[in-house]
């Protein structure tokens, strides 16, 4: 069975701060990586995506993704109040259907 | 502004009654995906279409979900009957279906069975 595995959280940081959180996945053969934004209450909203190896940076995101290791990670810097949410990491489910596996999500919540 | 719509936001219903919940997916995407989440189980997916046709259906519980696509511009989701363990959000979601491509979620359908 294909798998995402997150760390639940709570992951605490101050302001200003740099919050990293990770993401694993179990299927070499996947291509498409995403990071879902879901506040409380509210539905996922796609905030990054990455589909090579390396850094790719949007604004105070910047989402890595290493293959060798499938190992995928968000990193947000200078963490604002408002980016307390909870953090789900997605990857295609192979083949090309177009669907995704999706962790459990990551919890963040920056502190002012 | 395109976006994804689900109707009903909140449903509340007894256990035994029928639900039916409706997606209208983004104008052009041909890929449109049925998601419940829980706390415990997280974002799980239930169905999903492609030009309308079902691709996959293995997360739903076939005895008493029906997912279908009337056509290009509605997706339903039917419970019948419904239970109260079927309490959870729904979500819908579109996509162009491609490997790479990504996924825009609707609000959500909050469904409540007592």
């Known amino acids: 069975q294909k798998e995402v595995e997150q760390n639940s959280g709570p992951l605490s940081v101050p302001e200003g701060a740099i919050a990293s959180l990770n993401c694993t996945y179990s299927?070499?053969?996947?291509?498409?990586f995403f990071w879902y934004r879901q506040y409380s209450g509210k539905s996922p909203e796609l905030i990054m995506s990455?589909?090579?190896?390396g850094d790719k940076e949007d604004g105070r995101f910047t989402a890595q993704l290493n293959k060798a290791s499938q190992y995928v990670s968000l990193l947000i810097r200078d963490s604002q109040p408002s980016d307390s949410a909870t953090y789900l990491c997605?990857?295609?489910?192979?083949?090309?259907?177009?669907?995704?596996?999706f962790g459990k999500g990551t919890k963040l919540s920056v502190k002012p | 502004d395109a976006r994804v719509t689900q109707t009903p936001r909140h449903k509340v219903t007894e256990m035994g009654q029928e639900v039916t919940m409706r997606c209208q997916p983004i104008?052009?995407?041909?890929?449109v995906f049925w998601y419940r989440q829980t706390m415990m189980q997280g974002l799980e997916l239930l169905a999903y279409?492609?030009?309308?046709?079902?691709?996959?259906d293995s997360g739903m519980p076939k005895d008493r979900f029906s997912a279908e696509m009337p056509d290009a511009t509605l997706a339903t989701l039917k419970i019948q009957p419904s239970e109260p363990r079927d309490s959870a959000v729904y979500f819908c979601?579109?996509?162009?279906?491609?490997?790479?491509?990504?996924?825009?979620f609707g609000p959500g359908t909050r469904l409540t069975v007592t």
């Open positions: 979601a579109s996509g162009l279906g491609y490997r790479g491509d990504e996924q825009y």
């Open positions: 299927d070499r053969g996947s291509q498409s």
């Open positions: 990455i589909y090579s190896n």
């Open positions: 997605a990857v295609n489910g192979g083949g090309s259907q177009g669907n995704l596996i």
């Open positions: 104008l052009g995407h041909n890929t």
């Open positions: 279409f492609r030009n309308r046709a079902p691709l996959d």
